[in-house]
């Protein structure tokens, strides 16, 4: 079929017009004043959306960047460091501290469920000499589709003073948040997910107590250091050359943020799940995550076995032009999973949903053509404000 | 005065209309067929570059990023390193290999003076025990405007073992390299150089021997690990989520370099140089670098001292829109540096030299004008071809 590609991915997303143009404008001096205003206007924006006081580190990298900045920034190595994990993502964020000498204790979680705060609550009460200095949570997994409960997880953590490190990347502005007020020391996000601009910026935010921990922190480090990144700062400059068009479209992005209100792009992305996942049941097949800790960015569907997730997710290219992302590692060919995340309209996801029933009926499985995209219709209906 | 600024720094350089278009593209699944075939051909087009059968690793980074990635991958920590410098991004690199627990020797060389291979011969002659793991050298030294003169140096090191390690992120393509001919075994470039795109992209190119050296190397890593880009780029994907519209942008600037050849990019830019090392000698003021090793992409200038380069700066800033790139550390407000790298045309550099002449005469130096201009021209008639 002609005509655009139906990109549904939890990252990348589609990417809005006017961030394009915006990335366009010609390079500029990243040492100089114009850059200095960008720099501190997407500072103080991002430190909005994250409902904090605390301060914004950015860095030129991918998402994984900034889980790698946070381990060299506030653990040493030798540290004792909690790893709570349901998924591919919270693995690798285990895997990191591991290659940079924490001693990381994993606490998996099935995969498809959200963490229990109340198990990370009893490991840190017998916890009595604070020997953990470290907890690494992940908000949104998105290799199952399911998000954690933050508040609840700052709550378990209570007094205990190991800082509670989050990976945001594929959650950050999609979900509520509010970082002071929930404790959180660290967050990490990225900039090809809410952000709506392509790959290659990581976010961290954090509070003084991680700053704290920095100081005396012996992570090996260079191209991620917190103190040369403070001390250029202070000049309205980067440690290492930014990416300048990227930021542009920060830049925008963020303006286009504050137009819409953080608490709207909330809804909106809960409200993408809302329309895929009664469209999914009403389908018959089976979602990975439970109701109650369902992403509202990306949503994993158990396909027909007989099927399989890759052959319908080729037909699905072939025959209508929709990416969706397939299963990582174990779930390879078992799941396919739809992004809704960023830059995402409500219509293309029940386009989406009508492509899927054609694709899932031409194989043999039993479709009532259009009874799921109705389903998704009443969803649509019931959310419109 | 209106229109668009002239940009003469030695990088981010201006971008191609062509390759703005091409970062624009919508983002596609950087998992899927699409960017497996732009990252081969990517690959395939920097190994020529290059001149190398070895092989290429691509991070989401500026250039320091290339420089760590170098380090983490190639050295271990206590190993013993050479590291050999004449300014800021020399002293950089070896403070990286430093702070990954490398034991570094520093060889320093006045600054504005290329690096004198003999010296680096006895070096390496009276380590006989072979303990000297690698060699950290600067191509091209952008804090000075000198280039170094890579072939005597890999000639210099013989046939001692260590890995010549090859800081080319302001130099390459732009000066004659042969990395397999010249037994460079590592080299480290970035994308808002003389590709001509925006910063956010590393390469590192290595050869076999540097993978052999990276398979007994205990760096501590996750996000630069090679392993991991190797086992990633066997199915045509990359070990992080990559900066799509960078690739894009660089597929394109590929292209372009593919149409313009590689010889007649190195001789631009040594026309570049020339144009602007006569009017400068014309006008009377002091060159940092000798003729000998100037570098063809950035010439550092030392200003009237009474005057001050930051003046200079200022006034051609404000009254030109042409933005002139500071000196750093120790040579703050003492030299201004012409950036003469990636998508610049000859008669913006003779304009800029025009402004430098009406600038000068302003601040009550002694300027016959339309002077330096006339050698300029001159200079440029006869590189015409």
Not at 36 to 65: N, V
Not at 196 to 212: D, F, R, S, T, V
Not at 265 to 291: F, P, Q, T, W
Request: aromatic fraction near 8%.
């Amino acid at each position: 079929m002609v005509g655009d590609q139906y990109l549904l991915l939890p990252g990348p997303t589609p990417i809005p017009d006017r961030v394009k143009r915006a990335m366009s404008k010609p390079m500029i001096n990243h040492r100089g004043m114009e850059f200095r205003i960008m720099l501190e206007y997407i500072i103080e924006e991002l430190k909005a959306i994250h409902k904090t006081k605390g301060d914004i580190a950015i860095f030129p990298a991918s998402g994984t960047g900034g889980l790698e900045a946070a381990i060299v920034n506030f653990v040493s190595p030798g540290d004792k460091v909690l790893s709570i994990s349901s998924g591919v993502f919270g693995d690798r964020w285990a895997e990191i501290a591991e290659n940079f000498g924490a001693q990381v204790e994993r606490v998996d979680f099935p995969w498809g469920q959200s963490v229990d705060p109340q198990i990370i609550k009893e490991k840190l009460i017998k916890d009595t000499n604070a020997n953990i200095k470290a907890i690494l949570v992940t908000q949104n997994e998105t290799s199952t589709g399911i998000y954690n409960d933050l508040k609840s997880i700052g709550e378990a953590i209570g007094s205990h003073p190991a800082l509670l490190m989050v990976d945001a990347i594929s959650g950050l502005a999609t979900i509520d948040m509010d970082m002071d007020d929930w404790n959180l020391d660290v967050v990490i996000s990225g900039s090809q997910k809410a952000f709506m601009i392509p790959p290659g910026i990581a976010i961290m935010a954090y509070n003084k107590k991680a700053l704290a921990a920095h100081a005396n922190c012996s992570g090996p480090r260079f191209y991620w250091d917190l103190t040369a990144v403070r001390k250029y700062l202070e000049k309205g400059q980067t440690s290492v050359t930014p990416p300048i068009s990227l930021y542009f479209g920060l830049e925008e992005a963020l303006i286009m943020f504050k137009e819409e209100g953080l608490e709207n792009i909330i809804s909106r992305h809960r409200n993408y799940r809302d329309i895929v996942r009664c469209a999914i049941k009403a389908l018959g097949l089976e979602l990975m995550a439970a109701d109650h800790c369902a992403s509202p960015t990306v949503t994993a569907v158990f396909a027909p076995p007989d099927i399989g997730a890759n052959k319908i997710r080729e037909m699905m290219y072939k025959d209508f032009n929709i990416v969706l992302a397939g299963g990582q590692q174990n779930l390879d060919n078992k799941i396919f999973r739809f992004g809704h995340l960023g830059y995402v309209r409500e219509l293309d996801l029940v386009a989406s949903i009508a492509a899927l029933e054609i694709t899932l009926s031409r194989v043999g499985y039993p479709v009532n053509l259009g009874h799921s995209v109705s389903k998704a219709l009443e969803c649509l209906k019931e959310n419109i404000t």
